[in-house]
């Protein structure tokens, strides 16, 4: 039976660094603790949530997308808005302009529902799409557009002018624009299409990765509220998201302002510490840095290494789990693993020391890391 990672860190989750899910472990555990606490207390699971959300929760997710006119949907987490986006707007033959790498499971989503996805290769400088090479793939069965910014698994951040841009060609061509913004916090540019396009674009967000949440699964989409509700015939969560998750999600974002960018300098920092690491490795090396998310791809194919390797190595040797690159991207896949770093620091004291050891050990004949 194949070795399977996730179950081996799950079991020995108290041992391992996590580095392989973009997972956010750095938010302080009183954001939201005491909103939990509360809820447990007074056995708010016992009941069905409000159906349509929190309406507290819904206006402070509106406010923090700063979208006016345009309602905000809670799902369970924000892969389940990219399921609904597309079963309810793709048929089979239509086609989906996105790029490889990629989030995979958006593509997954697309083929569900009979459409493929057209796949533009920005394994190369700049590492994103463009808006140029976005209008010259648009065909006749062209309807949709997938920008996700900052990008998984690259960190790859489109400058503003660019997202206008991209927003620009789907406006003029009348097509969706799939805007997956769940790392936005952490870049230093981000800019939302729906300021552009609003009527073409649908913002998918999450408080997974920003507001440490990911194991209580909670996100959504915002549109505007014709599109809503066109969205909400494909909602599965017709007696409403998990209730704690909301409880916790409106906690964190009351506070977010008070703590977030603490989270952010470390998560910077934790990225150079990644750059200096592989930097000690001959033949590694770092294709976006700094990184506009809190993922970075480490390309280890001048090592002739397999990533499912070296995530095995890591993960049973050192306790580091990282993410072999198969999962990302079909054409580029065996080049890479995905590290991220929203962790304490001394998770990343790990990963600088086990690092050139396990290259070392699956390469002996690599050239000694470097001091």
């Not at 997938?146 to 698994?153: F, V």
Request: proline share 8%; glycine share 6%; hydrophobic share 40%.
């Amino acid at each position: 039976m194949p070795f399977d990672a996730f179950r081996y860190a799950h079991a020995h989750r108290g041992e391992v660094a996590w580095l392989s899910q973009n997972t956010n472990h750095l938010v302080p555990p009183e954001v939201v603790r005491g909103a939990l606490e509360e809820a447990i207390r007074e056995r708010r699971y016992e009941g069905y949530p409000y159906a349509p959300g929190d309406p507290e929760l819904l206006e402070r997710v509106a406010r923090d997308l700063g979208l006016p006119g345009q309602t905000p949907f809670l799902t369970a987490g924000g892969t389940e808005s990219l399921y609904m986006i597309t079963r309810a707007l793709l048929a089979p033959g239509d086609e989906v302009i996105a790029s490889d790498p990629s989030y995979l499971i958006i593509h997954r989503f697309v083929e569900l529902s009979g459409a493929r996805t057209r796949n533009l290769d920005i394994y190369a400088p700049p590492y994103r799409l463009s808006a140029e090479r976005v209008a010259e793939a648009i065909g006749p069965k062209t309807r949709m557009i997938l920008l996700i910014d900052p990008l998984n698994p690259l960190g790859s951040g489109y400058p503003r002018e660019e997202v206008r841009a991209i927003a620009e060609v789907a406006h003029d061509h009348h097509l969706t624009l799939l805007n997956d913004v769940t790392y936005r916090d952490f870049s230093d540019h981000a800019s939302l299409a729906a300021q552009f396009a609003p009527e073409e674009t649908i913002t998918v967000w999450s408080v997974s990765k920003n507001c440490g949440l990911a194991g209580l699964r909670i996100g959504g989409f915002s549109a505007r509220p014709e599109l809503v509700k066109q969205l909400a015939r494909f909602n599965t969560n017709d007696l409403g998201v998990n209730i704690l998750a909301q409880v916790a999600a409106n906690a964190a974002l009351r506070t977010k302002s008070e703590w977030f960018g603490a989270v952010k300098r470390q998560t910077r920092e934790n990225g150079a510490r990644v750059k200096a690491t592989v930097e000690r490795v001959p033949g590694a090396s770092l294709p976006v840095y700094p990184s506009q998310a809190n993922m970075m791809v480490v390309d280890i194919s001048r090592l002739g290494l397999s990533p499912e390797a070296l995530q095995e190595e890591l993960l049973l040797r050192h306790g580091v789990f990282v993410r072999a690159g198969n999962y990302l991207s079909p054409t580029h896949g065996a080049k890479f693993v995905r590290v991220s770093f929203s962790n304490p620091p001394a998770d990343l004291d790990r990963f600088e020391r086990a690092f050139p050891d396990a290259i070392a050990a699956l390469a002996p004949r690599a050239p000694a890391p470097t001091a």
